[in-house]
């Protein structure tokens, strides 16, 4: 892998320009460094929570059965519409991340008013979901209302100012524990479908846990927190913050609308079928989305903005092409041994949408550099074509193809949108992306789709560890240098 010439290239030795060259070297080499190593805390702490939350995933869909975790995949789904006007930008878009991290003093300024802001509206959302429940089936209406309860820990969190202190490790304890205590409540409360109700409670109750842990870490390194609501303050943030909104919306009918019109069209065994084998592939989008929160607070910072954007591409390469050629190959093997055999129909479409992570995570990356370059209106207009295009795919697909018609539209609207931000990136001053960032790590999954393809009857256990060698040995044939090629693209 290799960044462009240009930016490598450096004046000889003994020209004048040579100290100013070699600090510019160590600076992108130390927020390299910073992103990866916030990232590695924060994706530390992201990845076991999440094997939690999968491990209490599997417990239920196996306990309640694929038409009761069907309720819970419909609930899940609305609420993410929800809390990204509950986190109106401030975490998921990295707006309060990038006021933070510009200025470590606007934690007094903005974190009040913001946070008080932001539980005003996530009770007013509350209050809206529990009207409705007399009007919903029963027990959807009261397991949704209930999901609704975690809006109050999204609001009143204080997340998104941990991470534009790029204070990774207290986000990473917090998101344990609140996974860790939802886990242990739905061990203990829930033992059948009957107890479907229960499960929004013990979210609500970790969720709670974990931004109780984040605001009292503040309080004890020195940020007071008396909440106040200064319109001064609120007003041009949720002015700027008001284009993502709109757009992390319209990027939720991109991410769900396939599962909504699966009910809509078929029924929730689909539901929870199509849920199931999201499940992993929203695992790894979900660190994806960790990184792109650690990069932000060094991208803002960063002399050299584009090579430390390139650096990051060439990383989620690194990561994620193997997962992408060996998930998709093996998706009906893992599908069988995490949720048993009751849930095989869920296998082809596991297998089709695994190829949209690293086109999922490559669009995190591009959109946080449209959001550090001032794009967001871009960002807005991208999502927006987006949502429409998938949204009329759907459509078209879902009736006829049902999960594997619902698949093949996510994957074909994140390769449009990742095409689509890393072009408007360009706008914003992000050089294009070289195919040389990313060759080494694409022949490598070549080569483990060439191993494993012929061997489809080979047992996870066996597949994992073959493909695993397989795309580590032709790294290093191919002779990147695993030491450095995680901070600095090989030439």
């Keep these: ?30 927020h390299s460094s910073a992103v990866l190593h916030g990232f590695l805390a924060l994706a530390s702490g992201e990845v076991t929570a999440r094997f939690i939350s999968f491990a209490a995933t599997v417990y239920l869909a196996r306990t309640l059965g694929a038409s009761s975790y069907g309720i819970l995949g419909f609930a899940a789904a609305v609420m993410l519409y929800l809390s990204r006007v509950a986190d109106f930008g401030m975490e998921f878009f990295g707006l309060g991340v990038r006021e933070i991290a510009e200025d470590h003093s606007r934690v007094a300024t903005l974190g009040p008013s913001l946070v008080a802001a932001r539980l005003l509206v996530a009770a007013l959302l509350v209050l809206g979901l529990f009207a409705m429940v007399p009007f919903m089936p029963s027990p959807d209406g009261l397991v949704l209302a209930l999901y ?12 998104w100012i941990h991470l534009g202190l790029q204070r990774t490790r207290r986000v990473a304890m917090a998101r344990i524990a609140g996974e860790g205590t939802m886990l242990l409540l739905v061990l203990l409360l829930v033992h059948g479908r009957q107890n479907v109700v229960r499960v929004p409670l013990a979210q609500f109750a970790g969720d709670s846990l974990a931004a109780l842990v984040l605001l009292v870490s503040l309080r004890a390194w020195g940020y007071e927190f008396p909440l106040r609501f200064d319109t001064r303050v609120i007003r041009p943030i949720f002015r700027r913050a ?31 079928f199509y849920a199931a084998g999201y499940l992993l592939v929203s695992f790894m989008i979900n660190v994806g989305v960790s990184y792109a929160q650690s990069l932000m607070p060094a991208l803002t910072r960063a002399s050299d903005r584009t090579r430390l954007y390139h650096t990051a591409w060439a990383q989620m390469a690194l990561l994620t092409l193997a997962v992408a050629a060996g998930g998709a190959l093996t998706a009906r093997h893992i599908v069988g041994v995490v949720f048993g055999p009751a849930y095989a129909p869920a296998g082809l479409a596991l297998a089709i949408l695994i190829l949209s ?41 879902i009736p006829r193809w049902g999960l594997e018609g619902a698949a093949i539209a996510t994957v074909v609207t994140e390769l449009l949108r990742c095409a689509a931000s890393v072009l408007e990136a360009r706008g914003v001053g992000f050089a294009l992306p070289s ?6 790590p694409a022949l490598a999954a070549a080569a483990l789709a060439a191993v494993l393809l012929p061997l489809p009857s080979l047992s996870l256990w066996a597949a994992v560890p073959l493909g695993a060698a397989t795309y580590a040995l032709t790294l290093l044939l191919t002779g990147l240098r695993p030491s450095s090629a995680l901070l600095r693209p090989s030439p």
């Design 357 to 397: 992570i690293p086109l999922s995570l490559g669009r995190e990356i591009a959109t946080a550099a449209l959001v550090v370059g001032g794009g967001h209106r871009r960002v807005l207009r991208l999502t927006a074509g987006a949502a429409v295009f998938n949204l009329a795919l759907n459509f078209a697909v």
């Design 435 to 440: 195919f040389r960032l990313v060759w080494r």
């Design 1 to 30: 892998m290799s960044v462009p010439a240009s930016a490598l290239a450096c004046p000889s030795a003994g020209a004048p320009e040579a100290a100013p060259a070699e600090t510019h070297a160590a600076a992108h080499a130390r």
């Design 242 to 272: 008001a284009p993502l909104v709109a757009s992390a919306l319209l990027g939720l009918v991109i991410y769900n609308s396939d599962l909504i019109l699966l009910r809509v069209f078929r029924d929730s065994r689909s539901v929870g």
């Design 148 to 159: 609704g309860l975690t809006l109050i820990a999204v609001g009143g969190g204080t997340r």
